[in-house]
């Protein structure tokens, strides 16, 4: 059965925005028109044959004639539209000089190239690379699922392996465990925790048996999810994608909502939570729409990153065939409740749900029977865990928060190289670690996880209450010894 929801919500890029030709070289399947003009070629079909096709995709639609679409380096077009329709890949993020460049876009400014941070344009090499870091992945987890129910390998050289899995099994055991390291997850899994705990997560809930999924495609599926995000953003990684997931589960397993919830909110809420950051470019919002990037554009300044990561997620879910046996209207519901979860992690809706929230806590008029309200607590706790760093232990929380900072820093870095205007919290000359916590933290985290607290009143719930005021003051200490010993602002994040 084929998915049908993605093209009633897929938004327009204006003709004047053509899509960069070197885009067009990523695997990420563009859906454009065939108004060729624009990619400077005569017939797009031509143009899709020179690219490395590894997938079909057959997607009916109304109004849309049922085709296959080329993915994967393809390039999927409607014949009778002349509008570039989807862009599921973005490239790394990279400002160059002017100097021997090309722009990315004829307004772009400055001249960005948004092509592969470390990497040249996914040649066709390149995507083979990809196929087989792919396939080696795919490798590495059927004999960890060997080892996983006790059979032991011939190979004498996985010895190491076995007992990393078995370190990893253990861990597994502990996935409701509040202080889950997920940074050692990630080494004893190969830099698959991802693809492991979602995985572990769809059998422990019973999902496998409940929506007769094919273990293998959720095993593709899961894969193609970790590879889509990018290894080189210190924070915005598979790594923050996994964690995001077992706070997910921690959280599905409150009793106020664990009596509520169905196999369906549970699927629902932990693919968003795998997929809710899917091939985040390491830069924030404003930082595409300042230097008029193409997906800002697309989605009109608004939820850009969080519009792309839901359009990526759902590109993978029809890739994967994961869900091809649900009728069209569970799929239109899949899709649909992923984007609206993905949608809340939008930091600056904040108010907005954290209003809805109180009011509902005020009124005491939360009905969880009901499906809506259900729907809005698992947005509410997809917030929560995509911003539960700070709620972690130290040892746990001070990683993230130098690694998120990391990642605002580097966007600062390119932003003064190139004469921008410096976004908040991203200028490392001005802002430290510490401040920046503590700022998180009392502005947006406490807020947010006080009501999430009244709502489950549970010991986790508080214990998470516990780190934040202990991690606060911990930064706060930090700075004040800081400000004493007039250090440069760089040793604060070190000690
Ligand atoms: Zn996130």
Redesign the pocket.
């Known amino acids: 059965m084929a998915l049908c929801y993605q093209y009633h919500q897929l938004p327009v890029l204006p003709l004047d925005r053509p899509v960069p030709k070197h885009v067009l070289s990523r695997r990420g399947a563009i859906s454009f028109s065939s108004s060729s003009s624009l990619f400077g070629c005569a017939n797009p079909r031509v143009l899709s044959q020179t690219f490395t096709i590894s997938s079909n995709l057959w997607i009916p639609s109304s109004g849309w004639e049922e085709r296959f679409l080329e993915r994967r380096g393809a390039i999927s077009y409607e014949s009778s539209d002349q509008t570039a329709l989807y862009i599921r890949m973005l490239g790394d993020v990279r400002v160059r000089s002017r100097a021997g460049f090309q722009p990315e876009r004829r307004d772009s400014h400055p001249y960005i190239d948004f092509r592969l941070l470390h990497l040249p344009p996914e040649t066709g090499e390149l995507a083979s690379a990809r196929k087989i870091r792919r396939l080696r992945s795919f490798q590495r987890y059927f004999r960890s699922a060997h080892l996983f129910r006790g059979i032991s390998s011939p190979n004498s050289l996985c010895i190491l392996d076995d007992n990393y899995s078995g370190q990893a099994m253990c861990m597994l055991e502990k996935d409701r465990s509040w202080n889950f390291d997920i940074f050692l997850f990630d080494r004893l899994t190969n830099g698959n925790s991802l693809v492991t705990l979602t995985f572990h997560l769809f059998k422990y809930h019973g999902l496998v048996e409940h929506f007769h999924l094919d273990l293998v495609k959720l095993r593709q599926f899961l894969v193609m999810v970790q590879e889509d995000y990018r290894s080189n953003n210190p924070y ?1 990684n598979a790594i ?2 996994a964690d ?1 997931t077992q706070a997910m589960n921690c959280y599905l397993k409150e009793a106020k909502l664990a009596e509520f919830v169905s196999p369906w909110d549970i699927l629902v809420g932990l693919l968003a939570a795998a997929t ?2 899917m091939d ?1 470019p390491g830069v924030n919002q404003s930082f595409l729409i300042k230097t008029n990037h193409y997906l800002a554009c697309l989605y009109k300044n608004t939820s850009v990153l969080e519009n792309h990561h839901w359009k990526s997620a759902v590109c993978v879910l029809q890739e994967s065939k994961l869900f091809s046996h649900l009728s069209v209207e569970e799929s239109y519901q899949l899709g649909h409740q992923l984007g609206s979860l993905i949608l809340a ?1 939008d930091i600056t809706r904040q108010n907005e749900f954290l209003s809805q929230l109180r009011t509902h806590l005020d009124m005491s008029d939360l009905c969880l029977d009901n499906a809506g309200q259900r729907h809005f607590m698992l947005q509410i706790a997809l917030k929560c865990a ?2 539960s760093n700070p709620c972690r232990p130290w040892k746990l929380s001070k990683q993230w928060s130098e690694k998120v900072c990391q990642e605002f820093f580097h966007q600062g870095d390119i932003e003064r190289r190139h004469k921008l205007a410096i976004s908040q919290l991203c200028d490392r000359r001005t802002e430290t670690v510490a401040n920046i916590q503590i700022g998180f933290i009392t502005c947006v985290a406490k807020p947010l996880f006080v009501e999430w607290s009244r709502f489950c009143n549970t010991t986790l719930s508080r214990t998470m209450l516990g780190h934040l005021s202990l991690n606060n003051a911990s930064w706060k200490g930090l700075l004040k010894e800081h400000t004493r010993s007039g250090d440069d602002a760089d040793s604060i994040t070190r000690k």
Do not use: E, M, R
């Open positions: 915005h923050h994608a995001v809710h950051d985040h992690t995509d911003i």
